[in-house]
């Protein structure tokens, strides 16, 4: 489907090459008549019947149009990192970012020079959160340069996934941040040590608990939220394992027709989170603890010994026993059936900052990368809190370890209401294309001097316009950026 400007403006060609045919004007003339009138068909000259008519507004309806006239920057596009620039305007609508940014700058003992991303990141956000009635265009050179010394081998001037590149931009950040509050072996500190999936190996002493609440301050910025991975088994009710591990986004996929790579009509948001997070059964999975209860009643149909039977029921039915290796159990029969082992994720931590990526690359049955088109529904305040909760038996945000990791998860991680600050949508296939976002700028209400309201920006590298809610909300989104209310 043509976007109607689009078309408008091929009508506007088409007429004004047959005038030039029929009067011989100039090809100067003609593109300076077509240049003006699709200008005016943008709205560009929006006071343009004011200038003819000679009349004028009251000051009221003038203070009101200076209002709506008000832009923010956008940004150049030094060869193709339209990902980029998405990426860096939606990170300048997340607040927490940009105090995290400037928190991390006032509390470093060392020079800028240590920080040069840090720094470079934060004075471009909050360039780009000044706005003003004229149009203007920052330039995304500095964070680019600072950026290459962590990422040499992704290229910035190439067309990249916008995904991947925030991932890269927070990635960059934490390995520069943390190079300067690197515990040493003097401090405390040492005596702690994390594995990747969180398991915490020695705890932390009390005298280091003010250095560990600061580390993790640091370590963890306002996109890193915790995701629990519970394995059970439903047959026995027993937990066999339980899992932490960071997460800046949450890859969700959105509900396909059978064989096809449309995206179901009405999916919505909520419908992608209970997808991902929903329990699923594991195939082929061996419950130990279901064995050693087979084990009993197979041994006492077998008459076997009472030491043997004994030492069945007292073995704590671990993987490591060496209850297998008895002699009347080598011919024990055994099914997998006999236990219902479910696996199932649950958001243990909620971050400050919540990044959806939006799935929107499958293969097909060639084998070939397609985009899944179709509308996804999200909405302009999420609550996430639905989906902390575990349906097979475990609260993880409850389990002791969960609460040893954050100690302050009691106070702080019960809400989990959302709202909307950004969306990214791409055009084109995967691969190539082309991105723009959607932003949104709070500023002070008309009718409530104490009070905020949001205003929304569609911006495309430096072109910026003003959009309506319903517009944002009939994106094709890509990437959804939330902040917790």
Not at 157 to 165: F, L, V
Not at 266 to 287: D, I, Q, S
Not at 405 to 429: C, D, I, K
């Amino acid at each position: 489907m043509v976007p109607r400007r689009v078309s408008d403006t091929k009508a506007i060609v088409r007429i004004l090459t047959q005038t030039f045919r029929a009067s011989q004007l100039s090809v100067a003339s003609l593109l300076g008549v077509a240049g003006f009138l699709y200008a005016l068909k943008s709205g560009r000259f929006r006071n343009l019947n004011l200038l003819f008519s000679g009349t004028r507004q009251d000051d009221e309806d003038d203070d009101d149009d200076d209002d709506d006239a008000m832009l923010v920057p956008g940004l150049q596009n030094l060869g193709n990192n339209c990902f980029l620039n998405v990426i860096l305007q939606a990170l300048a609508s997340c607040k927490d970012f940009r105090s995290y940014l400037q928190w991390v700058l006032d509390d470093a003992s060392e020079t800028d020079e240590q920080f040069p991303l840090t720094l470079a990141l934060s004075d471009l956000l909050q360039e780009l959160c000044t706005a003003g009635r004229r149009q203007s265009v920052s330039s995304p050179r500095q964070v680019m340069l600072a950026l290459t010394h962590y990422v040499r081998n992704f290229n910035l001037t190439c067309q990249q996934d916008a995904a991947e590149a925030l991932l890269h931009l927070i990635s960059s950040l934490q390995e520069e941040i943390v190079v300067c509050y690197r515990p040493t072996k003097t401090s405390n500190l040492s005596d702690i040590m994390f594995s990747r999936n969180l398991r915490m190996v020695a705890a932390p002493s009390e005298e280091g608990l003010n250095d560990l609440k600061r580390w993790h301050k640091h370590l963890r910025g306002p996109f890193d939220g915790i995701l629990g991975s519970t394995l059970m088994c439903r047959t026995c009710s027993s937990q066999i394992s339980l899992e932490f591990q960071f997460f800046h986004t949450l890859p969700l996929s959105p509900l396909l027709y059978s064989g096809s790579s449309n995206i179901v009509l009405g999916c919505t948001l909520e419908n992608c989170l209970k997808k991902f997070l929903g329990a699923e059964k594991v195939e082929n999975y061996f419950c130990h603890r279901c064995w050693h209860v087979a084990a009993v009643k197979y041994s006492s149909a077998m008459r076997a010994a009472e030491t043997d039977i004994e030492k069945i029921k007292n073995c704590g039915g671990d993987d490591k026993c060496d209850c297998k290796a008895s002699h009347h159990l080598q011919r024990m029969p055994w099914s997998n059936s006999y236990s219902f082992i479910l696996k199932q994720l649950t958001i243990a931590r909620f971050p400050k900052l919540l990044c959806v990526q939006v799935q929107r690359a499958s293969l097909n049955m060639f084998g070939e990368s397609v985009k899944l088109s179709g509308h996804v529904a999200f909405p302009l305040v999420l609550d996430l809190s639905l989906f902390s909760q575990s349906s097979i038996g475990l609260n993880i945000e409850k389990n002791e370890v969960s609460q040893y990791l954050n100690p302050e998860a009691s106070s702080r991680n019960h809400g989990g209401m959302y709202r909307l600050v950004t969306v990214v949508e791409h055009f084109g296939m995967t691969g190539s294309g082309h991105y723009t976002v959607y932003r949104s700028v709070r500023v002070a209400s008309q009718e409530d001097a104490d009070c905020e309201e949001s205003r929304w920006f569609s911006i495309s590298d430096s072109e910026v316009g003003r959009v309506s809610e319903s517009d944002v909300l009939g994106a094709e989104a890509s990437l959804l950026f939330y902040e917790k209310l």
